[in-house]
């Protein structure tokens, strides 16, 4: 097999990666992966992850490892967290947003300061919303409800 078909099938599996906190969306639809370096059968990967202190960066480096020992070719994995460069919530995928919307959860409309932002509902695209609570189940997302179709979501912060 080719170095560049290993680096493929690489990518691919990393795409199959979970975000342990929202299933559905991918580590690669996070925009977490910042590189992936195969040598021969080894594989380096390297997450930006999106909040430094996150208690899901354990899961996330096990999911990976695990997944992509399981490419034929793959003889060792190595995953390192960056501290640069810092992820924002621009790094999100168009079919990131389109995944996130599909469970629910209202994806940022690019990045700065939470102060005055204000989500499309996920289920009607209204922006007929309101703040709930500024905490939500993770220290990335908010509680809102939409004025207009009455259902209560999450939004993910920009940063």
Not at 39 to 45: E, H, I, K, S, T
Not at 95 to 121: D, F, M, N, Q, Y
């Amino acid at each position: 097999m080719s170095e560049a078909d290993l680096q493929s099938r690489v990518m691919a599996a990393l795409d199959e990666v979970m975000d342990p906190e929202i299933r559905g969306l991918s580590l690669v639809d996070l925009g977490m992966v910042e590189r992936v370096e195969v040598d021969g059968g080894q594989v380096r990967v390297q997450l930006i992850p999106t909040y430094v202190g996150c208690p899901a960066l354990g899961l996330m480096k096990a999911d990976v490892e695990r997944r992509l020992a399981a490419v034929p070719g793959v003889e060792s994995v190595t995953v390192e967290f960056l501290r640069k460069p810092l992820w924002t919530t621009d790094r999100i995928t168009p079919r990131g947003r389109e995944r996130l919307k599909a469970v629910g959860i209202a994806p940022p409309a690019g990045s700065g300061p939470t102060e005055h932002w204000t989500p499309e509902c996920p289920y009607c695209g209204s922006t007929q919303v309101h703040r709930e609570n500024v905490f939500g189940p993770t220290s990335c997302r908010s509680i809102f409800y939409c004025d207009a179709c009455r259902n209560p979501f999450e939004a993910i912060k920009p940063v």
